[in-house]
């Protein structure tokens, strides 16, 4: 068993920046692969990015690429999804999950995940 707890979101406004937490109790961090998923209000949950078990491969979706970056502290047992540049379309409620998926690979597809937190809400707004 696996629990994932979000932390650091917030209200920002457009342009600036966010640090989500992840923080991983039950398994340690290099034995799973890390997403990032959000859905935002009347839309379906998007996988957003991802990084993989040893901390060498990433992944990031086309709406988020460039702007955000995913890290992880394996000493804390803790991913990050540094956010910056937010635009108002950013605002939703930012979810993690693992995948117990140990390869040189991750993957952001909702049925890869095996654990998931709650969420933490980000608003975008003026």
């Known amino acids: 068993q696996a629990q994932l707890v979000e932390s650091g979101g917030g209200s920002v406004q457009p342009g600036g920046s966010l640090t989500l937490s992840c923080a991983i109790f039950?398994?340690?961090?290099?034995?799973?692969?890390i997403a990032w998923f959000r859905r935002a209000p009347g839309k379906e949950r998007e996988g957003i990015s991802c990084?993989?078990?040893?901390?060498?491969?990433?992944k990031y979706s086309d709406s988020v690429k460039g702007r955000f970056t995913i890290s992880r502290d394996n000493a804390k047992n803790t991913v990050y999804l540094q956010m910056n540049n937010l635009k108002p379309e950013d605002a939703a409620v930012y979810s993690c999950?693992?995948?117990?998926?140990?390869?040189?690979?991750?993957?952001?597809?909702?049925?890869?995940?095996?654990?998931w937190g709650k969420g933490t809400l980000v608003t975008v707004s003026p």
């Open positions: 999950a693992a995948d117990l998926w140990t390869g040189a690979r991750c993957f952001t597809t909702e049925r890869s995940m095996d654990y």
């Open positions: 990084i993989s078990s040893n901390g060498d491969f990433t």
């Open positions: 039950g398994r340690p961090l290099d034995h799973v692969s």
